[in-house]
């Protein structure tokens, strides 16, 4: 399968504007994709304005997603803010070449912004299956939970599209590849470049490793449009040889 990953700068709370940006990175796209990864908040930058930037599921951002994957024939994930019954989520679409998507709502909100004080916070995990492949899918600070992405269901792929800080780039090259190494699994990390209107600035460092830690796209920095091809022979190869999943303790996850 070929991955399409995109790092660029956000536009802070102007939905349109990212949406046309990241419409001309895909168009230069030239080559066949299967999936296309955006970041965290892609419409809008990490904002705590929930009340002032929301869509809905019936909004433009929503429709754009559907769009976009229905005219380029790729699925297209990432996350926005959602307004629902009356709650705030940072929810990530998946949606499918012909339109149709699942969702799923960020689980651990960052305290440290004070993310908890304005969204609602997801309970479910997602996993989804596309062209073979299972793909479990969280958003940013989910990376730093590693109970709740624990590999129980044996998927082969784990996606974190994000707004990761520069001062904390060291931990989030250090847990993805931890997540990739303990899941035996591919991981994928897109995060953004540039600065918001808070004044955080943001280093990228998107990237892809492979299921024994081994970079297949080296973290990166300037804006970029990446397409790495990944290999499910090769990844079952890896857990058939070294086997270290069937070794993993059982337990349950409680709601919460």
Request: charged content about 25%; proline content about 4%.
């Amino acid at each position: 399968m070929k991955i399409t990953l995109i790092q660029t700068h956000l536009i802070w709370e102007d939905a349109k504007a990212n949406r046309n940006n990241f419409t001309r990175l895909i168009e230069s796209v030239n080559q066949q994709t299967d999936l296309i990864v955006l970041p965290e908040m892609f419409t809008t930058g990490f904002t705590m304005n929930p009340e002032t930037v929301y869509e809905t599921m019936e909004g433009e951002s929503v429709s754009w997603m559907k769009e976009t994957a229905m005219r380029t024939g790729c699925a297209l994930t990432g996350s926005l803010v959602i307004k629902e019954n009356g709650n705030y989520y940072n929810r990530l679409l998946f949606v499918y070449p012909d339109g149709s998507y699942k969702t799923y709502n960020k689980r651990h909100l960052f305290t440290l912004a004070g993310e908890d004080k304005h969204y609602t916070a997801g309970k479910e995990k997602l996993i989804v299956d596309y062209k073979g492949w299972k793909i479990c899918l969280q958003v940013c600070y989910d990376l730093r939970f590693p109970v709740f992405a624990r590999n129980t269901e044996d998927y082969d792929l784990l996606l974190f599209p994000a707004n990761w800080p520069k001062q904390r780039t060291t931990a989030w090259d250090s847990l993805l590849r931890a997540r990739a190494i303990e899941n035996m699994c591919y991981t994928i990390g897109v995060n953004r470049i540039g600065t918001d209107n808070s004044g955080h600035e943001y280093s990228g460092h998107t990237q892809l490793i492979g299921p024994l830690g081994e970079y297949l796209l080296e973290p990166a920095i300037k804006e970029g449009v990446y397409t790495i091809e990944i290999s499910k022979e090769e990844l079952l190869e890896a857990r058939d040889k070294f086997g270290f999943l069937k070794d993993r303790d059982n337990f349950t996850l409680l709601p919460g």
